[in-house]
């Protein structure tokens, strides 16, 4: 038996400290190489370590919510050796049939019966457990004394791991309730809506209904993953009263965020009731404590310039329109946003000091760009950014501002991926506002704000007509880019929001 420590590790650029969020494990669990066992919360992102050792927990050496330097002990782990001891593997239907049928050639049928029907008792009990929102332990007879509990809920006392497998029990549990049939001793009924009865092979196999009914209404019980569920507390959203579209009945991130925004309109005007307290303090430490430096740094430093622009973006608003109708973007989230990207890079090609970073000695024109979107997250602002955003495709574009977005709304976005930006751009008309003067982001000198989008009395060919109009409001390193720069730059994005299909060219 041998005793190792983890200390904590330098998680990327040199960040010299971090917060315990949470811990995975306690003390006295039994842990595998590379499970998570901790959550860190750095200057920059929140981040899940893996455990370089197995064995058995020791104990903790730092508590949640304790900021610790990077190279100290965090946890102790005693190595289970040749002593501990080893689950047997579980043995599949597959397995079972197999050892059956060369045991027995005649009884095959009888054996595939019986091997199928504990396959669907196990996945029964998985999905039992998979589809309540209360801690869950999944016992089966396979894995009788192992202590198996499923990934992503834990026990009451403990969770080992918040991650949970890929396969879909739900549609496993219909295939095997199907197969098993009434020698599984009134299996389907234990199956109930997750499960239709058809044997394998002979048709499709029947799952939840996927529809826009939320679990509140079909009485269903909620279908979401562990990521999910954490995103929508992140958003306070209830996910009984999500409408999902998963292809097994199951809540999406794009079903949670979709409830977010319609429901924002109706958390803005609910007023909360004064605190108990008479003056909250929020210790100053993570993702703030970086933002703080990095905009006092940025805007003592850096002699801010702003230009602005009312722009008529009704043709955008079509564009958008038929990009949503396209076979092509199915799937994939359009918004005005995508076409302001792309007009920053078309414009940056013509404008390339607005893409460059000053130092001391020298200016660095930078002939690519990583295109930073400034989020707004639970943790405070984010600006992660699109690697190469030059070389890609609308479509690629379209699907790289999409998942960067849920990934920093998740609380997952890595140093790595707010690292190295070029040039960013922060919209701010989710919010209603119709412009500002945003603070560069440090290491860049221009910034894009786009603001709301809505219908205004505009003149078109000497007639007042009603148009979307947007205005566009952008921040200068005035060392870098002169006036007449900045000034054709922003002109250019305005002329691309105003016809895309210059895009084209």
Same mark, same amino acid.
């Given at each position: 038996?041998?005793?190792?420590?983890?200390?904590?590790?330098?998680?990327?650029?040199?960040?010299?400290?971090?917060?315990?969020?949470?811990?995975?494990?306690?003390?006295?669990?039994?842990?595998?190489?590379?499970?998570?066992?901790?959550?860190?919360?750095?200057?920059?992102?929140?981040?899940?370590?893996?455990?370089?050792?197995?064995?058995?927990?020791?104990?903790?050496?730092?508590?949640?919510?304790?900021?610790?330097?990077?190279?100290?002990?965090?946890?102790?782990?005693?190595?289970?050796?040749?002593? %501990?001891? /080893?689950? #047997?593997? =579980?043995? *599949? @239907? !597959? &397995?079972?049939?197999?050892?059956?049928?060369?045991?027995?050639?005649? $009884?095959?049928?009888?054996?595939?019966?019986?091997?199928?029907?504990?396959?669907?008792?196990?996945?029964?009990?998985?999905?039992?457990?998979?589809?309540?929102?209360?801690?869950?332990?999944?016992?089966?007879?396979?894995?009788?004394?192992?202590?198996?509990?499923?990934?992503?809920?834990?026990?009451?006392?403990?969770?080992?791991?918040?991650?949970?497998?890929?396969?879909?029990?739900?549609?496993? %549990?219909? /295939?095997? #309730?199907? =197969?098993? *049939? @009434? !020698? &599984?001793?009134?299996?389907?009924?234990?199956?109930?809506?997750?499960? $239709?009865?058809?044997?394998?092979?002979?048709?499709?196999?029947?799952?939840?209904?996927?529809?826009?009914?939320?679990?509140?209404?079909?009485?269903?019980?909620?279908?979401?993953?562990?990521?999910?569920?954490?995103?929508?507390?992140?958003?306070?959203?209830?996910?009984?009263?999500?409408?999902?579209?998963?292809?097994?009945?199951?809540?999406?991130?794009?079903?949670?965020?979709?409830?977010?925004?319609?429901?924002?309109?109706?958390?803005?005007?609910?007023?909360?009731?004064?605190?108990?307290?008479?003056?909250?303090?929020?210790?100053?430490?993570?993702?703030?404590?970086?933002?703080?430096?990095?905009?006092?740094?940025?805007?003592?430093?850096?002699?801010?310039?702003?230009?602005?622009?009312?722009?008529?973006?009704?043709?955008?608003?079509?564009?958008?329109?038929?990009?949503?109708?396209?076979?092509?973007?199915?799937?994939?989230?359009?918004?005005?946003?995508?076409?302001?990207?792309?007009?920053?890079?078309?414009?940056?090609?013509?404008?390339?000091?607005?893409?460059?970073?000053?130092?001391?000695?020298?200016?660095?024109?930078?002939?690519?760009?990583?295109?930073?979107?400034?989020?707004?997250?639970?943790?405070?602002?984010?600006?992660?950014?699109?690697?190469?955003?030059?070389?890609?495709?609308?479509?690629?574009?379209?699907?790289?501002?999409?998942?960067?977005?849920?990934?920093?709304?998740?609380?997952?976005?890595?140093?790595?991926?707010?690292?190295?930006?070029?040039?960013?751009?922060?919209?701010?008309?989710?919010?209603?506002?119709?412009?500002?003067?945003?603070?560069?982001?440090?290491?860049?000198?221009?910034?894009?704000?786009?603001?709301?989008?809505?219908?205004?009395?505009?003149?078109?060919?000497?007639?007042?007509?009603?148009?979307?109009?947007?205005?566009?409001?952008?921040?200068?390193?005035?060392?870098?880019?002169?006036?007449?720069?900045?000034?054709?730059?922003?002109?250019?994005?305005?002329?691309?929001?105003?016809?895309?299909?210059?895009?084209?060219?």
């Amino acid at each position: 038996m041998t005793e190792s420590l983890f200390r904590l590790p330098d998680v990327g650029e040199g960040l010299t400290e971090a917060e315990i969020v949470s811990w995975r494990v306690a003390a006295g669990d039994t842990i595998a190489v590379n499970q998570v066992i901790v959550e860190i919360e750095t200057a920059k992102s929140l981040v899940e370590l893996p455990s370089p050792f197995e064995g058995v927990v020791g104990e903790l050496l730092v508590g949640e919510g304790v900021t610790v330097e990077v190279g100290t002990p965090i946890i102790r782990v005693t190595s289970a050796g040749v002593d %501990a001891p /080893v689950p #047997a593997p =579980a043995v *599949g @239907a !597959g &397995a079972v049939l197999a050892a059956s049928a060369e045991a027995s050639p005649m $009884s095959a049928e009888g054996a595939a019966q019986t091997a199928v029907t504990a396959e669907a008792e196990r996945i029964v009990a998985e999905v039992a457990a998979a589809v309540s929102s209360e801690p869950a332990i999944v016992s089966t007879e396979a894995d009788a004394g192992s202590g198996s509990v499923l990934v992503g809920y834990g026990s009451q006392g403990h969770v080992s791991s918040r991650r949970r497998p890929r396969a879909t029990p739900f549609k496993r %549990a219909a /295939v095997s #309730a199907g =197969a098993a *049939g @009434a !020698g &599984a001793g009134g299996l389907g009924a234990r199956v109930g809506a997750a499960a $239709s009865s058809v044997t394998p092979g002979t048709g499709p196999v029947a799952t939840r209904p996927v529809g826009h009914k939320s679990p509140a209404i079909t009485g269903l019980p909620v279908i979401a993953k562990p990521p999910i569920r954490k995103l929508a507390k992140d958003l306070d959203v209830s996910l009984p009263e999500v409408n999902p579209t998963g292809p097994i009945g199951d809540i999406t991130r794009e079903d949670v965020i979709r409830h977010a925004s319609q429901a924002k309109v109706f958390h803005n005007i609910e007023t909360p009731q004064w605190a108990d307290e008479r003056e909250e303090r929020i210790p100053v430490k993570g993702v703030r404590k970086h933002i703080a430096k990095a905009m006092v740094a940025s805007a003592f430093t850096a002699p801010h310039v702003s230009l602005f622009v009312d722009v008529d973006a009704t043709r955008t608003m079509e564009f958008v329109k038929r990009l949503k109708a396209s076979p092509d973007f199915v799937g994939v989230k359009v918004s005005p946003l995508l076409i302001m990207a792309k007009a920053i890079i078309w414009a940056v090609r013509r404008n390339p000091m607005v893409n460059s970073a000053w130092t001391d000695t020298e200016i660095i024109v930078r002939n690519y760009v990583n295109l930073g979107v400034a989020a707004a997250t639970p943790r405070g602002l984010l600006v992660p950014n699109v690697k190469e955003a030059q070389s890609q495709t609308l479509l690629q574009l379209a699907a790289s501002l999409e998942q960067l977005t849920l990934t920093a709304r998740e609380g997952r976005t890595s140093a790595a991926d707010m690292a190295d930006g070029t040039i960013t751009v922060t919209n701010i008309g989710v919010f209603g506002m119709d412009t500002g003067t945003p603070i560069l982001n440090p290491g860049e000198v221009a910034i894009i704000a786009l603001g709301t989008i809505k219908q205004k009395p505009w003149v078109v060919d000497g007639e007042v007509r009603p148009r979307f109009v947007t205005t566009l409001g952008a921040s200068f390193d005035h060392r870098v880019v002169d006036g007449d720069v900045a000034s054709r730059f922003l002109a250019d994005v305005a002329a691309i929001v105003e016809e895309p299909a210059l895009l084209l060219d």
